[in-house]
């Protein structure tokens, strides 16, 4: 044929960052973007909450203003009545509004200060890295990153602190019930309270993370594999991640476009190398750390699905999270697309991604409760909203999408929980920012709930040695990037912040992920971290690629050992 479509063409290389620069990317994205639909996303994310959250002192002091008021008048009858229903409305309204200004402050800071630091930080580092990147050692990165991180502290607080002084003289901390009437009067000073508020917390958390950043252990290669102790219980695990499912049988990735494998059958050749492997030496566990689907889109999920029922052994023992591919892009050919934050679009990706995770583990991970508490199993937890989750995938609908609000991140993290006292358990853990764009869909996050939640479960099970499972990379490891975007969204946010709260179960757990398809197998610290390459992507179809099946063993000491990993190559066609 002139033009054989089994071989794709510039199509397919749309969104590909291995076919097109970030820059074509860029520019195709200004192009293509709605101006309007960006304009509203950036009111809903950021103008809202800043006006909320520089709302709330305004409203506060009114509140006992009034309340002073009335004290000052309490000989009259009317005063004391006035009194009472001020104190009333201040009782029940004050930790309404204390949440509201709570929920939007972190909201922000999810949104720009956060991702302000990280983004000067490695931009930072990646342009040192240029300047200096001939006899770069591993010991000349980790100062290098040490020296980045405190560069950028103080280049954002100095920078954060001139904002809040020039906008000082525009906010206004006080105000009387008769100023809130008039509230076009207020919305000046109202931004101008948020701005400082924000400001002033960036200009003092950026030093904070600087330092703490600067002198926590920075990831290095792993020195040594564990000894593998006689005589004690020693666990198999597959870990696969990335797969990238396509909905297409000729269909190439987002990432890769043509010149990645296309279609499933890697995927299917994968599965029938581990059904082998399976029935010689059993597996105990076969982790996918997320990226199941190339863009979440139903055909996907049906083609994963169908692959697994034909390996029911080995789906006895898969454990899967979600990764960005499976819940945040919105359009997979165009990266300029945004969906509102009240598109019921990402909630219907996510419920599609918890009914396939339920499908396959559903009767064996547990969600934990409010004490760390492993209660119900996930299909159990997610029994009571099993009608609404149909009718909203079915009809959809702003109204049915916020009936199941909140349902999605409940879950996790999920664990499974260990078969005896001292074994293995597995905690699967959600790390996907909130994001709505398909450029940024890349962005992790691991929340503080979410945090604590796990902190609460592994003090559950004081004697069990965990595998932390995540979508994303805590932070860049020790090695040399290419480009810039391969350094920023990408990595969680908060890396550094979740490997410090890790430190204290470091001796009894390892952290596996995926995402940047990088074979790595480092320690940050006492951590001992797990990257796993992708069986699928970065090689065309007649390329070898691989994964590994990595061994465990709880110690004498009460520590898990990680042995050398056994290395699974699967040939291409």
Known sequence: MLLDP????FEDNAASPEQRSLFAIVGSLLVEISPAKLLFAWTVSLLLPGLLLGLAPLVASAWISSLSQQVLALSEVGAVLALVVIVALG???????????????????????????AFTREALGHLAELLWRTGATPASRIRLRRNCSIGAGMLLSAGAALIAVLSWPASQWTATVNDL????????????????????????????????????????????FDATPLGGRCWRLAHLSDLHVVGERYGFRIESGTAGPRGN???????????????????????????MTDAGRPGEWAEFLDALAGHPELAARIIMLPGNHDVNVVDRTNPARLDLPFSPGKRLRQMRTLSAIAAVQGDRVRVIDGSGKPSATLNQALAPYQDRIVQFAQHGGVRRAVAIRGLFDDQFPMILPPDRDGGLGIAILNS???????????????????????????RHFPTVCWIIALHHHLMEYPMPVKTFAERIGTALINGSWFVRRLQKFSDRSVVMHGHRHIDWIGTCGASKIVSAPSPVMGAADDAVTYFYIHRMVVGPDRKLCLAEPERVEIAGS
Request: charge should be negative.
């Open 181 to 224: 009437v008039l509230i076009h009067r207020l919305v000046v000073p109202t931004f101008a309270n948020a701005v400082v508020l924000v400001s002033s917390y960036l200009a003092v958390a950026s030093l904070a993370w600087s330092v703490a950043d600067a002198s926590m252990d920075q990831p290095a290669d792993l020195a040594a």
């Open 265 to 291: 059958q890697r995927f299917h050749r994968v599965l029938a190398r581990l059904a082998e492997i399976h029935a010689v030496d059993p597996l105990d566990h076969v982790l996918i750390s997320g990226d």
């Open 432 to 458: 996907n920012a909130e994001t709505h764009f398909s450029f940024t869909n890349a962005l992790g996050l691991v929340s503080e709930a979410q945090t604590r939640r796990l902190e609460a479960a592994i």
């Open 91 to 117: 009782w029940l309204g004050g930790r309404p509004l204390f949440q509201i200004a709570e929920t939007n402050f972190w909201s922000l800071n999810a949104l720009a200060v956060q991702p302000s630091y």
């Open 6 to 9: 089994r071989d794709g063409d």
